[in-house]
């Protein structure tokens, strides 16, 4: 009886996390898209118009902390100096976490001209929670947009985060990214699926309930009011960021008019290890935020359903395994459950033998994703217990 209780507590929580809340969510945004009145559509498209004539006033800072990202800074700044945003309004501080390629050479090769560059240079490592502290104490801009070296900007990028900034509540907003479509090796397929799917019901949550659970860490906005110390040692400085403005009653939005794209990493070990590392500083934060960190009974409630269980999946599913191994022998359900979970990691393995051989079997790599997935929360878990003593980081692999 104990282990049937434990059984179908497990499985609840994983079909709320995973199926019931997201079709909650979808159908919550679709019910107040589709049910407003005409006169909140013809309010929302004239606020829409008048934030697109309206003359750009705020000052605006573009922090990039870098290490070792000479093949792809030179086309980042390029990116940026092409953007529509007033000149004289713009200005762009790259942090080079003592970097040792030719990345703060092109950097200063761009300064060198009229361009509003600045580089901030470490000599040792200081990791990027601690590089973005610095950038942001010597920022003059009233919006800070923080970016990835790797993330790509559109000419109209910052002016659509700028105006999505100005929206009255609004703490923080994000980008919309498109992933690389051509990447299509590794698992960089099956990851640009679960981006577009997580864009999405992060989207519809600011429909459903106000505002996001947090931002797309590769490129948001900020105002600058709002930007607090991040801790030296967080690896995840997005979400700790995105978390301290719930905390203080503003919104997260998302600004699907700001688009930006970025490459993917395709290789699974190098995903495993990117993973590794989000999921210790995502229990980083829970453990320095809870499961309940906005004051908005919804927004924490989304918090908790979309977050929270996402990241206690893979101690569910042992739970399930584990019982359902125990109530096998006298169930005839549970023997053919358990059967199915066993036949699930043998897929998985089926993949990563036809990968050494150079085949691939679109369908097989998504169970393998999944695997990977909860293997790297369970190690981001632990090394999180242990305690994370900075925030250094590695880029992953440039495409």
């Not at 970016?147 to 900034?165: C, K, Q």
Request: aromatic share 10%; charged share 20%.
């Amino acid at each position: 009886m104990a282990a049937e209780v434990v059984f179908i507590a497990a499985a609840m929580m994983l079909g709320w996390s995973y199926i019931i809340y997201p079709a909650l969510v979808f159908t919550l945004a679709s019910i107040r898209k589709t049910g407003g009145s005409n006169m909140q559509a013809d309010t929302a498209r004239n606020t829409e118009r008048n934030h697109e004539s309206a003359p750009a006033h705020q000052s605006v800072s573009v922090l990039i902390p870098v290490y070792n990202e000479e093949k792809v800074i030179r086309e980042k700044l390029t990116g940026i100096l092409s953007s529509d945003y007033p000149a004289e309004l713009l200005e762009i501080l790259v942090g080079s976490d003592a970097s040792d390629d030719s990345t703060e050479e092109i950097v200063e090769s761009f300064a060198a001209g009229v361009n509003p560059i600045r580089l901030h240079r470490s000599n040792t490592r200081i990791g990027k929670s601690a590089m973005l502290n610095d950038l942001a104490a010597s920022a003059g801009g009233d919006i800070l947009i923080i970016t990835d070296a790797n993330v790509l900007f559109s000419s109209d990028t910052v002016r659509h985060l700028a105006e999505g900034i100005s929206a009255p509540g609004t703490g923080l907003c994000d980008a919309a990214v498109i992933p690389d479509a051509a990447a299509s090796h590794g698992v960089a397929h099956q990851e640009n699926f679960y981006s577009r799917f997580e864009s999405a019901l992060k989207s519809a949550e600011a429909v459903a309930w106000g505002s996001m659970t947090g931002p797309y860490g590769g490129c948001y906005a900020i105002r600058r009011d709002l930007f607090p110390v991040i801790p030296d040692n967080t690896l995840v400085d997005d979400l700790y960021v995105g978390l301290t403005a719930l905390k203080k009653g503003y919104s997260i939005k998302n600004i699907p008019s700001a688009t930006v794209t970025e490459d993917t990493e395709a290789d699974l070990a190098g995903q495993y290890r990117r993973r590794v590392r989000i999921a210790a500083g995502s229990y980083q934060n829970l453990f320095r935020f809870g499961p309940f960190p906005s004051p908005n009974i919804k927004i924490s409630f989304s918090f908790f359903s979309h977050k929270v269980l996402r990241w206690l999946t893979p101690f569910f599913l042992m739970l399930v395994f584990m019982t359902t191994v125990i109530l096998s022998a006298s169930s005839v359900f549970y023997f053919c459950l358990l059967a199915l979970q066993l036949i699930f990691l043998l897929l998985s393995a089926l993949d990563l033998a036809l990968n050494e051989y150079g085949r691939k079997m679109l369908y097989l790599r998504y169970v393998t994703q999944f695997i990977m997935m909860n293997a790297a929360l369970t190690g981001g878990f632990l090394r999180a217990l242990k305690g994370i003593k900075n925030g250094i980081w590695e880029p992953t692999k440039r495409v």
